[in-house]
Nanobody, 127 residues
Framework: QVQLLESGGGSVQTGGSLRLSCALS????????IGWFRQAPGKEREGVAAIYTDGGNTHHADSVKGRFTISQDNAKNTVYLQMDSLKPGDTAMYYC????????????????????WGQGTQVTVSS
């Protein structure tokens, strides 16, 4: 059973930065996609970024390109989301998720592609 644990959320002002962490504590870290998603109150869940753990191919949503960067530390089975130039519109609960091993290196940002989810970490950006 894959278990994911997010950390690093908090409250910042507009223009600030946060780094979220997603540690995979059990299950295989090989050849999977790990994605970050967010959901604000009253809105649908949105895919933010994803990374293929075998080789590090990344996919960022247009809404965060140039501001957010997904990366990984394979030795720690951990994926990070560096968030810079934060805006109030980035306020949401952020979740990381993983799928089952795949051979292709492209990771989609559709939540139905992911089967294992963390509990989430809150990010609040004030103006």
């Amino acid at each position: 059973q894959v278990q994911l644990l997010e950390s690093g959320g908090g409250s910042v002002q507009t223009g600030g930065s946060l780094r979220l962490s997603c540690a995979l504590s059990s299950g295989t870290y090989n050849r999977i996609c790990i994605g970050w998603f967010r959901q604000a109150p009253g809105k649908e869940r949105e895919g933010v970024a994803a990374i293929y753990t075998d080789g590090g191919n990344t996919h960022h949503a247009d809404s965060v390109k140039g501001r957010f960067t997904i990366s990984q530390d394979n030795a720690k089975n951990t994926v990070y989301l560096q968030m810079d130039s934060l805006k109030p519109g980035d306020t949401a609960m952020y979740y990381c998720a993983a799928n089952d091993p795949q051979t292709g290196s492209w990771c989609y940002l559709d939540d139905y592609e992911y089967y294992y989810w963390g509990q989430g970490t809150q990010v609040t950006v004030s103006s």
